[in-house]
């Protein structure tokens, strides 16, 4: 859990919405920076045995976790944030082009993935499905034939 001490304020409603309480001394929150720094680390490590040179963030509404997250990062200070400054790969597009749905249980429910209603809006439960909807939808273009591309013969 994050320290909200320097966050920006957000209504009561939010966090009841999302189950938070953000004064529990039981969170066992930490700073933004050190939260950011982890997950960084981690990302370039993936990166490194991936030999990429920038991370795609993955996300259902990309747009807004993206901005969150380079907000927080600047923010916090962090330098080398591994993500691509601009390139995402939005879930609820996606899923809206290749299942008809762009709410994240509704489009998990069509790919014919099980989705726990009493876990939405967790955070950790709402990443995993978005991760595996992702891969979902990749793999079903690939049974559609879009990869492999095929080579193109100059003429």
């Avoid at 993936?46 to 969150?68: L, P, Q, Y």
């Avoid at 990749?138 to 095929?150: A, C, F, H, M, Q």
């Amino acid at each position: 859990m994050l320290n909200l001490s320097r966050a920006p304020i957000c209504s009561p409603k939010r966090w009841a919405f999302n189950g938070i309480n953000p004064h529990d001394p039981q969170r066992g929150a930490v700073s933004e920076y050190d939260a950011l720094h982890a997950i960084f680390k981690m990302v370039r490590k993936g990166m490194k045995e991936s030999d990429c040179s920038r991370a795609i963030m993955v996300a259902h509404n990309a747009t807004f976790d993206h901005s969150f997250t380079m907000t927080a990062a600047e923010r916090a200070g962090l330098k080398r944030n591994p993500f691509h400054p601009f390139v995402t790969f939005d879930t609820a597009a996606l899923s809206g082009l290749a299942l008809g749905q762009t709410v994240l249980s509704k489009a998990c429910i069509a790919a014919g993935m099980p989705f726990d209603g009493a876990q939405a809006h967790s955070a950790l439960y709402d990443t995993e499905q978005t991760a595996q909807l992702f891969c979902e939808i990749v793999n079903r273009w690939k049974r559609l034939g879009g990869w492999p591309l095929p080579v193109a013969t100059p003429e």
